[in-house]
């Protein structure tokens, strides 16, 4: 494609190993999350040794090598809305089949709303700020690529907290901190694909679908009748899903724009990496 759309890896070898290391161990940690409050410890973790390296490999395989074939279709994916939303939510409603539902679930015996306000809060927190790490890092350097990621990540968030809440007042005419924190960890989720790749006014787009496609996702597990403890297909799968469809692939990408049309690279140097096709064009000249 030659241009700095393409992901460029400038890191040493061990020091991306290590950031890949983050993916592959945090993907299987979110499937876990729809046994909760029922799954023993032992066969989880052989399911997510096995998980990991029989189906999230070979996937982030295709989506992230050059030679993968979703990679040589054309796909964009940033920062893992297919290797890690799209697989984790598809197999944590696979895992929360294949367990059972928990004592007593849909009936007066079992009260699973959220108990504790505060921790979903200080957990969402925590998400957030590691998110910015997930996408801004993807870049794999201090340019603008990574701050621009992480400006549409925060944006997207926020969106799609606040479009959450919206539905949610429709129907309980009430708002809730749990519902704002599921439809920002829904925005976070959507803009994962395309945060290395679109402008600021993109992830309002993102926020919205991604908040209107979870929050009526989270109606899939009735009408599967499986016990999704933390609703992670609906937020993840969902939202993974969203997130891909919306990632538009353009002849050059928003930040390639950027860089090439509106400020020289020969005067900014931090705003792309020194080994994009792109910058050296421009450098020598040829645009």
């Known amino acids: ?17 290590v950031f890949q290391l983050m993916f592959a161990a945090i993907t299987p940690a979110l499937a876990i999350g729809a046994a909760a409050e029922r799954g023993r410890m032992l066969p989880c973790v052989v399911f997510i040794f096995v998980w990991a390296t029989l189906v999230y490999d070979p996937i982030a395989c295709w989506t992230w090598n050059p030679n993968g074939w979703v990679a040589q279709m054309g796909g964009l994916d940033f920062a893992g809305g297919t290797p890690v939303h799209i697989s984790s939510g598809s197999a944590a409603l696979a895992y929360a089949l294949m367990l059972g539902k928990r004592r007593g679930h849909g009936t007066q015996e079992l009260n699973y709303r959220p108990h504790n306000v505060t921790h979903v809060v200080i957990g969402t927190c925590f998400l957030w700020f590691g998110w910015f790490g997930f996408n801004g890092g993807s870049a794999v350097g201090a340019n603008l690529r990574a701050t621009m990621a992480c400006v549409v990540t925060n944006l997207a968030a926020s969106v799609g907290g606040f479009t959450w809440v919206m539905l949610d007042y429709r129907i309980e005419g009430k708002w809730s901190a749990i519902g704002w924190c599921s439809g920002a960890v829904a925005g976070l989720v959507a803009i994962t694909p395309g945060s290395g790749f679109v402008p600021a006014w993109a992830a309002v787009v993102f926020g919205v679908c991604a908040g209107i496609a979870c929050n009526y996702g989270t109606k899939v597990k009735f009408l599967l ?23 538009y692939k353009p002849h050059l990408s928003f930040i390639d724009y950027l860089a090439a049309y509106l400020l020289p690279i020969t005067s900014r140097p931090w705003m792309a990496s020194p080994k994009s096709p792109v910058a050296g064009s421009i450098t020598i000249g040829s645009r």
Not at 1 to 17: G, I, K, N, R, Y
Not at 236 to 244: F, P, S, T
């Open 1 to 17: 494609m030659h241009v700095l759309a393409q992901p460029v890896v400038a890191a040493p070898e061990l020091t991306f190993c």
């Open 225 to 247: 009748g499986i016990d999704d403890s933390l609703d992670i297909f609906a937020v993840h799968a969902i939202g993974g899903a969203v997130g891909d469809l919306l990632t």
